[in-house]
């Protein structure tokens, strides 16, 4: 209605004025023509002509013709229609981006192990497309919604930070079906050049009896296997960490080792005898490790300066018992924590074990399930080991060592009998402990492992 009143006062002629109503009979747009116009007027910057048709309205670079009215309507139309079609279009809605998630405060990149997903491949919501590889824990990189992968922006063995775009994917199933078989096609023109391109290779063989004449001539150096016959693999960011911890821990600590060996013929006896009865109560197996971090966990509490750790020119001692242990897996080694392992009953500890066990084998075990622990228990015995002396896990003081159950012939009562023996092991910073709390924390090991009721009378 605005409008029409001021194309009245402009005085415009009767064909623009019938030309403005079929236009606004067919556009519809009676309710918001004047904000349009308005709209228009900004953008468009409408002046009043300076021409013959000094009462009508048009664009500042108009001439200033008779058919103004008529561009600057027309011009109009085409600004409305634009505004109207814009919020329909979508160039970008139908296309998400997954990213490398947050991976652990004290993590700040990590490389792009594998792609689970190929260009192509229908994903759902949350599933995992790619996985990181970082010093600690494996992560999934999941899809942020269902469709279609469109294509991966970074490589495997890139390395790659949190937040970073790993992939596109289109919620528009049919509209990546349709280019993803075209990329495979494509690949496979590239694919045949190939076979021309090793046939130089079998022409350079016969070069091959030129070589021999040097190597004779200096016959003094070393003859080295040929290169062909080795394989370079980039170190796994794990197997990397594994490897700056450890020598850390040599060049940090004074490590030193103690032994004993304990004798398992009570341990033993008591799990024959209890097994089945223990697996119908609790659902877990009951195993040797069990008794050994509750062996473990009396000998921390008779020997606090085992469970305490060096700070600068301080000592912090521990009040509680968190105890990692040591866990090898395809990917390298992983050391959970079993925490309140003090509190922990029998049971408890099978099934902690049993359940960090196989989120290491896995790969699910998160950062958190191994952070912390104030000591360490690896069973080499697992893998036949029969003696070792194992590496501290900084920034603990101290690490038990048990190994392979032999048996051997002992004296007992004066008489030379087959006994299911076992060595055990404690490495620990002779910094902080000395060897006579050493000593005395493998000594209790032995006691309670060897006499289990200890444990129930506590002495």
Not at 21 to 42: D, T
Not at 114 to 139: H, M, N, S, Y
Not at 294 to 311: E, M, Y
Request: proline residues 7%.
């Amino acid at each position: 209605m605005m409008l029409r009143a001021v194309i009245r006062r402009a005085g415009g002629s009767s064909a623009s004025s019938s030309g403005l109503g079929k236009w606004l009979q067919s556009s519809r747009v009676a309710s918001s023509s004047a904000q349009s116009f308005h709209s228009l007027s900004a953008t468009q910057t409408l002046v009043p002509c300076t021409g013959n048709h000094a009462r009508s309205f048009h664009h500042r670079s108009c001439p200033g013709c008779s058919e103004c009215s008529r561009t600057v309507f027309s011009s109009f139309q085409a600004t409305t229609k634009q505004r109207w079609v814009r919020p329909y279009s979508s160039d970008t809605g139908d296309v998400v981006e997954a990213v490398v998630p947050h991976m652990g405060e004290s993590i700040t990149d990590g490389t792009l192990a594998t792609f689970l997903k190929k260009p192509g491949d229908r994903v759902e919501a949350d599933e995992a497309i790619a996985q990181i590889e970082t010093d600690k824990v494996t992560i999934d990189i999941a899809s942020p919604a269902t469709g279609v992968i469109q294509e991966f922006l970074v490589k495997e063995g890139d390395t790659v930070e949190p937040g970073n775009k790993v992939a596109i994917i289109s919620t528009s199933a049919d509209a990546v079906s349709h280019v993803a078989p075209s990329e495979k096609v494509a690949e496979k023109p590239a694919a045949k050049p190939s076979p021309p391109a090793e046939a130089p290779k079998v022409a350079e063989k016969p070069k091959a009896p030129s070589t021999p004449p040097p190597t004779k001539q200096s016959a003094k150096e070393p003859q080295l296997p040929p290169k062909d016959r080795e394989r370079r693999v980039p170190m796994t960011r794990l197997r990397k960490r594994v490897a700056t911890r450890l020598k850390d821990s040599q060049n940090t600590f004074a490590l030193l080792t103690t032994f004993n060996e304990v004798d398992m013929t009570n341990l033993m006896k008591l799990r024959s005898q209890y097994k089945d009865a223990f697996f119908e109560k609790h659902g877990v197996k009951l195993g040797l490790m069990s008794g050994f971090i509750k062996a473990a966990v009396s000998a921390l509490q008779h020997q606090p300066v085992v469970n305490a750790v060096i700070d600068g020119d301080d000592i912090i001692y521990r009040d509680y018992v968190d105890i990692s242990i040591a866990v090898g897996t395809s990917k390298g080694l992983v050391v959970p924590v079993i925490r309140g392992a003090d509190q922990m009953n029998f049971a408890d500890i099978e099934k902690t074990i049993n359940s960090l066990a196989k989120k290491a084998n896995e790969g699910t075990i998160s950062i958190d399930e191994m952070a912390g622990g104030s000591f360490t228990v690896s069973n080499g015995g697992v893998y036949g080991s029969l003696i070792s002396t194992p590496i501290i896990n900084p920034p603990q003081s101290a690490i038990l060592g048990m190994h392979s159950i032999v048996q051997r012939p002992m004296v007992v009562g004066g008489s030379v009998v087959p006994r299911p023996m076992m060595y055990v092991a404690l490495t620990y910073d002779h910094r902080l402990i000395d060897g006579r709390e050493a000593v005395y924390f493998l000594r209790r090991i032995k006691d309670v492992v060897e006499d289990p009721q200890r444990l129930l009378l506590d002495i």
